[in-house]
Structure formats: structure tokens, C-alpha cells
């Protein structure tokens, strides 16, 4: 008995919850509620998040809290939470599965966003199959709606802390061919 746990403090100990909070990111079902479960948003104007690299979503979570990137939808969710909360939750949609996009996928339009992104060299940051790495972000199985929304705020009009990398880099495109784009890639890997 002498070097093992009273069964009766034991109980105690797992009552008190320390053991989950230790495990569990803050405020996950709220993040959830827009961002889906496990980061597979089911709102095509709502990113999704898992998978997307960890640094990545520490820059912006940090960003977001410090209200230098808007977020409206956002405002005051992160309000109180640490930078070690912020790498927690950054930590814990880094780990998640991204889910195919659904939908059908338009053969011509998909050739022709895989072609100008070739061209484009998107590919040079976001790496060859668009997972991101390090601080730039997964493009792969992200929403369409989502990814033509932020393609056309950085080529028009880029708020306060987003990269002017991304702004250059968009420089120039038409709309038609940010729809192409944001089509191939919502549904890379589908090749039709
Ligand atoms: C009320 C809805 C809502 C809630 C709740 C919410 N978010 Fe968001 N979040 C958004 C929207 C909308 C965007 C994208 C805004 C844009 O760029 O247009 C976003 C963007 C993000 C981004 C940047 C993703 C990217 O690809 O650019 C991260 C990271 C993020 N949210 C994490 C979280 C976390 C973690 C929580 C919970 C603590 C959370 N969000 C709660 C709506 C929400
Ligand atoms: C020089 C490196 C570089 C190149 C080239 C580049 N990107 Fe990016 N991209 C980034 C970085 C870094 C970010 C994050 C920017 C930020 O923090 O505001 C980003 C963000 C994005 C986002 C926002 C995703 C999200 O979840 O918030 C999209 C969409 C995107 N890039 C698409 C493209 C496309 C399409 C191309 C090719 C036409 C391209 N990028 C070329 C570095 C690059």
C-alpha cells in the first residue's frame, strides 16, 4: 500500500476534472460552432482549420486577439485566453484530419486553376500539394467560398496584418480566374 494511490483520492483527483482541463484546449465547442467539429467547417464562408500548420494559426490567433487582423464574426472569442491557450488550440487543429470537400468538381474549371497556380508558383510557399507549411496556410480541401473571399480581400483590399507577400502574389488576377483557383483547390487531389 505504501507507494500506490488511495483508491478513494484517486476518484477525488479525476472528480476535480485537473485531468481534462490539462488535455483539452480552452473554448473548443464556441470555435466549433463556426469553425465545425474538429475544424471541418460546414459553413462555406467559414475556414476551416484542420490541418492547417501550426504556426500558421499561432500567428494568427495572436493576430486575431490583438484585433490587428478584423474579424468581426471573432470579436472577443479569444478575449482572456494566454499565448500557451492560443498554442494549445493552434496545436490541437494542427493534429485534426482535414475531410474531403464535397461537391462535384467541374473538370474544365479544375485544369484551368491547376494551370495558373503552376504558372503562378503558388506552389513555391504553399508547397507543391498546398498543404502550407510553417507560417503559410493550407490551401488544399480548404472551402471554395472561403478561399474566393480571401483572394479577393488581399488583391483589393488587404486589412491591417495580413501579408502584402499575398497581395503581389495576386496581383492582376480577374475574378474568373480566382474562382478557377479557389475551385482547384477546394477540390485538389480530385483529379476528374
Ligand atoms: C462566430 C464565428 C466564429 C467563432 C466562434 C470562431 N471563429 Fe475563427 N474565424 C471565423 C471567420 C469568419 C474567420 C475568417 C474570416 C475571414 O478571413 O474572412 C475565422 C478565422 C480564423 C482563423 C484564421 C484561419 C485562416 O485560414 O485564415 C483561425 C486560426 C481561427 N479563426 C481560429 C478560431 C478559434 C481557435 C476559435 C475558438 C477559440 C474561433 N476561431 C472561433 C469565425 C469564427
Ligand atoms: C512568397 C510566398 C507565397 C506565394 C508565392 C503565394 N502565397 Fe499565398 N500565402 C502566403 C502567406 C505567407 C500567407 C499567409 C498570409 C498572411 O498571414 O496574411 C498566404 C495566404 C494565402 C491564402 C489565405 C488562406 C487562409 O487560410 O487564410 C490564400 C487563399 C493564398 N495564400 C493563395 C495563394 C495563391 C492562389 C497563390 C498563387 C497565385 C499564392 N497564395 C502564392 C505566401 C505565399
Do not use: W
Not at 492547417?52 to 464574426?73: K, T
Not at 500539394?129 to 478561399?147: C, M, N, V
Amino acid at each position: 500500500m505504501k507507494n500506490s494511490f488511495h483508491p478513494l483520492l484517486a476518484a477525488l483527483l479525476l472528480a476535480t476534472g485537473l485531468h481534462a482541463q490539462a488535455q483539452q484546449p480552452p473554448r473548443l465547442e464556441l470555435c466549433a460552432s463556426c469553425h465545425g467539429p474538429q475544424g471541418n467547417s460546414q459553413i462555406p464562408q467559414f475556414p476551416s482549420l484542420a490541418g492547417q500548420p501550426r504556426i500558421f494559426m499561432e500567428n494568427q490567433l495572436v493576430l486575431i486577439r490583438e484585433g490587428l487582423r478584423d474579424i468581426p464574426p471573432m470579436k472577443g472569442v479569444l478575449d482572456g485566453l494566454d499565448d500557451a491557450a492560443l498554442i494549445e488550440l493552434a496545436k490541437y487543429y494542427a493534429a485534426q484530419t482535414p475531410a474531403p470537400m464535397p461537391g462535384a468538381v467541374d473538370a474544365a474549371r479544375y485544369q484551368r486553376g491547376k494551370e495558373l497556380a503552376a504558372t503562378s508558383l503558388c506552389g513555391s510557399c504553399h508547397l507543391p500539394d498546398y498543404k502550407g507549411r510553417d507560417q503559410i496556410p493550407r490551401l488544399a480541401g480548404q472551402h471554395e467560398t472561403f478561399l474566393r473571399e480571401v483572394m479577393l480581400e488581399y488583391r483589393d483590399k488587404p486589412g491591417p496584418g495580413r501579408d502584402t507577400v499575398m497581395t503581389n502574389a495576386l496581383r492582376g488576377f480577374s475574378n474568373a480566374q480566382l474562382d478557377d483557383m479557389a475551385h482547384f483547390l477546394a477540390h485538389f487531389g480530385k483529379q476528374p
